[in-house]
């Protein structure tokens, strides 16, 4: 396999990354503030945990992920620490794919 | 180990990241990638679901013209995350280079989390230094070792990042104007989720703050106008 592709790839993910840095540093203080840009990440993540729970490739797939969700919904309302949470998905998931 | 809460999640983040990393070690190889060209594509594009998009659509003999746009659609929202942590990377010219490479999904909701600019920039390095070790070394161990490390999804660990980002959104869902940019997020990227190709229904949900943006500043506008002193 040619070093082209790979090479191609590192350069423009890092470009992405580092075109948002350069705009965020340009925008003077006022501007920030009034689009108030950390809020644009709140509706990304909210996407980003739906996409990762019930998708798969293109396809909507409802599996063991949504019952382990509503469990850490559960208890991220319930205030419990970030490593039960995580530990209590897992093993929700696990647990569901096992008995199914 | 230290017992700091950021430290502790940072390190649980870490090891979840460490097996997926296996798997994509697993999978490049598979798709014909070297193991050198495995290990350089952690270390320099460093952003997993484009990463795991690209050699799977090379795999399937799509092609560099095929592989290429869907890896950067799915990059894109890192631009969105660079643009959310202004003054929250910070430092040299250098520094904030290095830091630019570790802009990713983890990073920035585990910094947005934090109460204060310090706790967030320290979230930010943290979790930047265990998932990039994490996901080099799981990297280099999947595709040394390849298969028989079994699937990540028997673990139930697919299921372990919606609840981390769940747990990290959380806090960040302060008052009514957040709450109805998430749920206007999800909205998009369910809608979009059949028909949008992978990465714009994520990308597009930032859409979701634009009402709540565009209120929050007519707002302001009028205060401004009735009270110069009075601020938001």
Not at chain 1, 53 to 80: E, H, I, M, N
Not at chain 2, 113 to 128: E, G, I, S, V
Request: aromatic share 6%; hydrophobic share 55%.
């Amino acid at each position: 396999m040619s070093w082209w592709p790979v090479l191609a790839l590192c350069a423009s993910a890092y470009a992405l990354k580092a075109v948002g840095l350069v705009i965020g540093e340009r925008l003077d203080r006022e501007t920030s503030e009034r689009w108030s840009l950390e809020l644009v990440v709140v509706p990304v993540l909210a996407a980003l945990i739906v996409i990762q729970t019930v998708s798969s490739g293109q396809r909507f797939v409802l599996d063991a992920r949504a019952p382990a969700l509503l469990v850490a919904a559960v208890l991220v309302w319930r205030k419990a620490p970030f490593v039960v949470v995580a530990l209590a998905a897992a093993v929700t998931a696990a647990l569901l794919r096992l008995v199914a | 180990m230290s017992n700091h809460p950021i430290t502790r999640n940072a390190l649980s983040i870490g090891v979840a990241t460490a097996v997926y990393a296996v798997s994509f070690g697993v999978l490049s190889v598979a798709a014909g990638f070297s193991v050198a060209q495995t290990c350089v594509m952690s270390l320099l594009c460093f952003t997993g679901a484009s990463q795991l998009t690209f050699v799977s659509v090379i795999g399937a003999g799509g092609g560099m013209a095929g592989a290429l746009p869907p890896a950067l659609l799915l990059a894109g929202r890192n631009a969105l995350y660079a643009l959310s942590l202004k003054g929250i990377v910070s430092g040299t010219v250098p520094k904030r280079a290095l830091r630019a490479q570790v802009v990713v999904d983890e990073t920035t909701a585990m910094a947005h989390a934090q109460p204060t600019l310090a706790a967030k920039r320290l979230a930010f390095d943290l979790t930047a230094v265990c998932l990039f070790t994490a996901w080099n070394i799981g990297t280099l161990v999947g595709a040394v070792a390849g298969r028989g490390l079994g699937n990540p999804r028997d673990y139930g660990l697919d299921a372990v990042f919606p609840a981390v980002f769940l747990a990290l959104l959380a806090p960040q869902l302060r008052g009514p104007e957040a709450m109805r940019a998430a749920l206007a997020g999800a909205l998009i990227a369910l809608a979009l989720l059949p028909i949008g190709p992978a990465g714009v229904p994520i990308i597009a949900a930032s859409l979701g703050a634009v009402p709540v943006l565009l209120a929050s500043t007519r707002r302001r506008r009028v205060g401004l106008g009735q009270a110069p002193e009075a601020g938001r």
